[in-house]
Every structure is written in C-alpha cells, then in structure tokens.
C-alpha cells in the first residue's frame, strides 16, 4: 500500500510552453501534498505545500505565478510550470501524506510518501 | 526557518562495517525526523522516522537517535551490505507545518564487498 504515482516521469518541452504534472495517492487519502524540486546530486528543496481544497502554500523563493498548483481532491495534485525556460530545467518530485492509517509500518498516519519524479528538460 | 545540516556528504565504508550519518537541526519546534534513502533514479523511500516524544528507536540492522536538547540525530546502520549504497536524506518537520520536509544536503554512502 501507500502507493504514489507521479506522470508523465520525463518531458522534453520548447521555451515557452507550460507542462502539467500529476501527483496521485492511489490507495490512500492525502489533504496535503507537496512539491519539491531536485537538481542533481543535490537535496530535495521544498517549493509548496498542496492543500486539498485551498490555496497552496508557497516558500520563500518560489514563484506562485510561474509554479501553479492545484489540490482538487483527496488523491490528485497538480504542478504546472508555465511558460517553462530552460533555469526551470529540473528533477520535481511530489510526496503525499497519508491523513488517515494505522501507526507505524508502511501507510502509517502522517507519513510521506514519495512520487517516482518528473525529470522536466526545458530547450 | 528550519535549518538542516548533515554530514558526512560521503561516506564510504566496507562490507560488514557501521555507518553513521549526523544530522542537526535549528528548530526546536521540529517534532518529526525521518530517513530516506534514494538510490540512483529513484524515489526516496522512507527507512525509519523517530518523533520527539522518544529517544531512540531500532528496526533490524539499522537504527535513529534524537538528542533534543542538542537539536541533532543520527542514523546507524550496522553490518554494511553493498546494497545499502545509495543517497541517505535526514528531514526534519512540525506539526504546525502540516509535515513539510526540510531536507539535508545528503550523504552517499558507498559500501565496498
């Protein structure tokens, strides 16, 4: 269980265009949801935090305008990078909280668990 | 905002050996603190967790410790396998920020048979 599944795994997109990308929890519920950007050999950098039914929380840093996102219900998040240039070029990977479960051991309460990653390339 | 640092970046060990990697932290809020691993490619993939109510916990081979007062913890992981070579990711997070995960920088552990 506690299954998160992250599409599409790569795009390849022209300066300019904007990309969605999909964050489902597929066999638990998750009112949060956050996104995080990776570049390479280097930690996870939290961008927002996706909250079911509200506005996203951005940190600091990190444009609302450029980085839209939208927490429908209680399994689906989405990214999109609009008008992608290259600087936006990166490994961005989501993670759902589980809001319900039993303690410990996978599926637990409150656990993160992690998409398998968009890795975006901007030409 | 929170602040987590880790170290060693890399960290290379035989077969067999412990490992240990060293987390600190700046906020005293923080009240959750899980271990991830990634190997290349992958997912992270949690390993353990420890919440501030404890001081220690062990599963198998490999182990977390919290120091609260000193704001730091650390993951132990004993008899080394080379399968355990991947990127390690110590996080911290609140309750008050619904579990946002305030990553280190990494340590790639490298395991030699």
């Known amino acids: 269980g506690a299954v998160v599944s992250q599409h599409p795994s790569r795009v390849i997109c022209k300066s300019g265009t904007s990309v969605k990308i999909e964050c489902r929890s597929l066999?638990?519920?998750?009112?949060?949801m956050f996104w995080y950007r990776q570049f390479p050999k280097q930690s996870l950098m939290l961008m927002a935090t996706?909250?079911?039914?509200?506005?996203?929380?951005?940190e600091q840093g990190v444009e609302k305008d450029k980085f839209l996102i939208n927490h429908a219900s209680l399994t689906l998040s989405t990214l999109t990078v609009t008008s992608a240039h290259p600087e936006d070029s990166s490994f961005y990977i989501c993670?759902?909280?589980?809001?319900?479960?039993?303690?410990?051991?996978?599926?637990?309460?409150?656990?993160?668990?992690f998409g398998a990653g968009t890795r975006l390339s901007v030409l | 905002g929170e602040n987590v640092e880790q170290h060693p970046s890399t960290l290379s060990v035989q077969e067999g050996d412990s490992a240990v990697i060293k987390c600190t932290y700046s906020?005293?809020?923080?009240?959750?603190f899980p271990w991830y691993k990634q190997e290349l490619g992958k997912r992270p993939q949690l390993i353990i967790d420890?919440?501030?109510?404890?001081g220690e916990k062990k599963d198998q081979r490999i182990a977390v410790t919290l120091n609260k007062t000193a704001k730091h913890f650390s993951l132990h992981i004993t008899e080394t396998q080379p399968e355990d070579s991947a990127v390690y990711f110590c996080?911290?997070?609140?309750?008050?920020?619904?579990?946002?995960?305030?990553f280190g920088k990494g340590t790639s552990l490298l395991v030699t048979p």
């Open positions: 993670s759902a909280r589980n809001r319900i479960g039993t303690s410990g051991g996978a599926g637990a309460k409150n656990i993160q668990y």
């Open positions: 066999d638990f519920q998750a009112t949060t």
């Open positions: 996706s909250n079911e039914g509200s506005k996203a929380t951005y």
């Open positions: 906020d005293s809020a923080s009240n959750y």
């Open positions: 420890i919440r501030s109510n404890v």
């Open positions: 996080a911290a997070s609140t309750t008050n920020s619904g579990y946002a995960l305030n």
